[in-house]
């Protein structure tokens, strides 16, 4: 297991839509707002692009998922998310999260 520290983009929903796709499994939940990251690194430390088939194998990893999941309803929620970008309110929200998974992991985080 390694811990990695990295920021994911999230599709901003309002809580009316997300809130139903919160009855999905994590990982279908994530499949659905998670649309980019950045600082995601493989073993070797090489950068890993975001892109249909990175973000199948990310969500593959419940640690990592989880964390992810958690950082994106910190995000909703404004309690990581609105302290720094706060002109951002409609459309993607960046933000980071905690967790452990091989390789890569969400760490909940200011987002920034």
């Given amino acids: 297991m390694a811990f990695q520290e990295f920021t994911a983009v999230f599709e901003r929903l309002p809580v009316d ?8 499994s994590n990982a279908a939940f994530l499949g659905r707002v998670l649309v980019g990251w950045t600082e995601v690194r493989d073993a070797d430390g090489a950068d890993i692009e975001f892109s249909d088939t990175a973000k199948a194998q990310f969500l593959r990893h419940i640690p990592a998922v989880q964390a992810a999941v958690l ?29 452990a998974a091989p390789r890569r992991s969400a760490r909940p985080s200011d987002g920034a």
């Fill in 71 to 99: 950082a994106y309803w910190q995000a909703l929620s404004g309690r990581e998310y609105a302290r720094k970008n706060s002109a951002s309110s409609a459309g993607a929200s960046p933000a980071a999260g905690r967790g």
């Fill in 17 to 24: 839509e997300a809130e139903p796709l919160a009855k999905e």
